[in-house]
């Protein structure tokens, strides 16, 4: 069964520099997302991703983050300059072309800021 | 406003015995209905969904969820806990599908006891 793959499944950074978290989204799957789950709280919607733009985002997805499809197939989420709250698990969804709304997700990046 | 309730932050059962897990949507719209687990240091597992189809759905592992438009819940249920049972519930609700991402609620941590 396909599935969604994300690289790094742990990143340390410091406070400051740049990130860049990975993912590889279902061959056939269009919309993309990214959500964002801090320790002991719950998945929250960072940003939705369609035909090479963003469609939606949540508040949280200020401009600090960015997301692109460079080469067609990894879906990346880019974090500009880190700060210590940006240390959460970061979840990769795509979406089903089935009508029925199902997100698939992968096994999140987990990225801690020092 | 729409919003997901999970109306248990911790649900203790012994293993063998029934499980049930809350979970109450508001919404303008007929949502879509999604049960998802967190095993510790996993990433998130479709359980069941519900899209305007059968009002109860059965799921993998012997999950099953009872959709009752009148209560607005969408309950998890199974007859027989298993130690393997144990995991983090999250209710989901898609409101509009597409672009806008999942709305999870805040979980529930289900422990089985021996």
């Known amino acids: ?21 990975r993912c590889v989204p279902i061959s056939n799957h269009l919309y993309f997302y990214w959500y964002r789950q ?14 090479n733009e963003i469609s939606e985002k949540s508040e949280i997805f200020d ?7 460079p080469d067609g197939s990894n ?8 700060k210590l709250e940006d240390s959460a698990m970061y979840f990769c969804a795509t979406l089903a072309p089935t009508g029925n709304y199902e997100q698939y997700f992968g096994p999140g990046t987990r990225l801690t800021v020092t | 406003a729409q919003s997901v309730t999970q109306l248990d932050s911790h649900v203790s059962v012994s293993e063998g015995t029934p ?7 508001s ?11 967190q095993h510790p240091n996993k990433g998130l597992q479709l359980l069941l969904k519900y899209t305007s189809a059968a ?43 597409g672009a806008d991402g999942l709305t999870f609620g805040k979980g529930t941590h289900l422990i089985i006891q021996p």
Request: one cysteine or more.
């Open chain 1, 1 to 21: 069964e396909p599935e969604v793959t994300q690289t790094p499944s742990h990143q340390v950074t410091q406070m400051g520099q740049e990130v860049i978290l």
């Open chain 1, 38 to 51: 801090i320790l002991g709280q719950k998945v929250e919607f960072l940003v939705s991703f369609y035909n």
């Open chain 1, 63 to 69: 401009d600090q983050f960015s997301v692109e499809r």
């Open chain 1, 75 to 82: 879906f990346t989420l880019k974090i500009r300059s880190t």
């Open chain 2, 19 to 25: 499980v049930l897990l809350r979970c109450n949507y």
């Open chain 2, 27 to 37: 919404s303008s719209y007929s949502p879509s209905l999604f049960w998802y687990v």
């Open chain 2, 55 to 97: 009002t109860l759905v059965k799921g993998i592992n012997g999950f099953e969820a009872e959709f009752k438009k009148s209560e607005t819940s969408f309950h998890l249920t199974k007859p027989s806990a298993h130690m393997s049972d144990a995991a983090e519930y999250f209710c989901v609700v898609s409101f509009t599908g």
